[in-house]
């Protein structure tokens, strides 16, 4: 039987997760097994943890992303298919990678085509930013390794999913589309909101029906410097930590004053965060809080107060990792303290990526 992989790329904080557990959920709900594969440049990934909460069958591929890992990718879902048989593999490439179709796609297609059928690659868009982008003429539509990245990442969707569609005004959706149609004429355009499931059954249909096919397009060739530039701009924090106290702390507004504390340090170094995600989990329960342009929300079902809470905390920002990671340990400091608590048990690692080196590249086929 052969497998269908599904792609779910996008910039960091378009929303892959939430839309990956939606979709899973969906399949479920028609009796397919689904199992996800999830990807960072370090380790101790929110998004693992969180797909896991859910009760998916999940596996990672840490330390790099799917393509320069490419041997680690195909073996997690070897295993990932003896242990939980799925019928579809949702996989989700870090938000700063691209490059896809050659690295990854054409790879599975040429050396795995008997195993398994791919889906058309999926792009999330967050019509929020970008329209706040378009507006202000800044990181993703200008001439920068970033607006660069942004755009072949754009460019390479078989389905560009504008995403976050609850939180813009319906008229301004067409600026958004013909942005995308500029860089990206054939690529199916689908307006969707993951939070409120708006077109998930459509974009799902498009999914599981339609097939992936070499793009012969796309005839630049993508300049790796600038890509390597684009993501050296990014410091990574990703860390582990516990938190303790000696009265029941409130999870929701722990979670939201340590993003709003990190994020306000942020600002006054001259950065800016892109996307900060945590997930706070007690004996109880788990609840998941992510700021991408300064606005916290929460997800999940928030655990009751409680004295011991076990923290995940992931932050890609464009500022220097070493002051990231010092800027983290300083929140966690002073939150901690407002509220007579602790901190223990930490390890983390901040870094900037390194040069992208796919595996495979072939292009073209
Ligand atoms: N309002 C709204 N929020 C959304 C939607 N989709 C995702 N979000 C929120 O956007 C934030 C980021 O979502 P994630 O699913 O973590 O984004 P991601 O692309 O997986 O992020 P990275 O893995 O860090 O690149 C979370 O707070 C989500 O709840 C949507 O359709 N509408
Ligand atoms: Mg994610």
């Known amino acids: 039987m052969k497998r269908r992989i599904a792609g779910i790329g996008g910039f960091l904080g378009?929303?892959?997760?939430?839309?990956?557990?939606?979709?899973?959920?969906?399949?479920a709900s028609e009796g397919k097994k689904v199992a996800i594969i999830t990807n960072d440049q370090g380790e101790n990934l929110v998004d693992t943890n969180l797909v896991r909460d859910y009760g998916f069958a999940v596996t990672e591929v840490v330390g790099g992303?799917?393509?320069?890992?490419?041997?680690?990718?195909?073996?997690?879902?070897h295993e990932m298919v003896h242990e939980a048989n799925p019928d579809v593999i949702l996989a989700e490439p870090v938000g700063s990678c691209t490059d896809l179709l050659a690295t990854v796609y054409a790879p599975l297609r040429k050396y795995y085509e008997g195993e398994f059928n791919l889906a058309p690659f999926t792009?999330?868009?967050?019509?929020?930013?970008?329209?706040l982008d378009l507006e202000e003429k800044r990181v993703f539509t200008s001439n920068t390794p970033t607006g660069d990245l942004y755009s072949w990442q754009v460019k390479e969707g078989d389905i560009l999913a504008i995403n976050k569609t609850d939180l813009v005004p319906k008229k301004e959706v067409p600026k958004i589309e013909s942005f995308?149609?500029?860089?990206?004429?054939?690529?199916?355009?689908?307006?969707?909101?993951?939070?409120?499931?708006?077109?998930?059954?459509?974009?799902?249909?498009?999914l599981i029906e339609g097939e992936h096919k070499p793009r012969s397009t796309i005839?630049?060739?993508?300049?790796?410097?600038?890509?390597?530039?684009?993501?050296?701009?990014?410091?990574?924090?990703?860390g582990v930590f516990r938190i303790n106290s000696d009265k029941p702390l409130k999870i929701d507004d722990l979670m939201k004053e340590l993003l709003t504390e990190?994020?306000?340090?942020?600002?006054?170094?001259?950065?800016?965060?892109?996307?900060a995600k945590t997930r706070f989990s007690t004996k109880e329960g788990w609840a998941k809080a992510s700021l991408v342009i300064s606005d916290v929300d929460i997800t999940g079902e928030v655990p009751p107060p409680s004295k011991d809470i076990d923290v995940i905390l992931n932050i890609r920002a464009a500022i220097d990792p070493v002051a990231l990671s010092n800027i983290v340990k300083n929140s966690l400091g002073a939150v901690t303290s407002r509220h007579n608590a602790r901190y223990a048990d930490w390890v983390a690692t901040s870094f900037r990526p390194g040069y992208p080196k796919p595996y495979y590249r072939l292009v073209h086929t």
């Open 14 to 27: 378009s929303g892959k997760t939430t839309l990956i557990i939606e979709l899973g959920k969906k399949l």
């Open 65 to 77: 992303c799917f393509c320069c890992r490419f041997p680690d990718f195909i073996t997690h879902i």
């Open 123 to 131: 792009v999330l868009i967050d019509a929020s930013s970008l329209l």
């Open 180 to 206: 995308l149609k500029e860089i990206n004429p054939t690529a199916d355009i689908i307006q969707i909101s993951a939070k409120t499931g708006h077109n998930l059954d459509r974009l799902l249909k498009m």
């Open 219 to 238: 005839t630049e060739e993508i300049d790796y410097n600038t890509y390597a530039l684009a993501e050296a701009e990014l410091g990574w924090f990703n």
């Open 262 to 275: 990190i994020n306000r340090r942020v600002e006054k170094s001259k950065g800016v965060i892109v996307h």
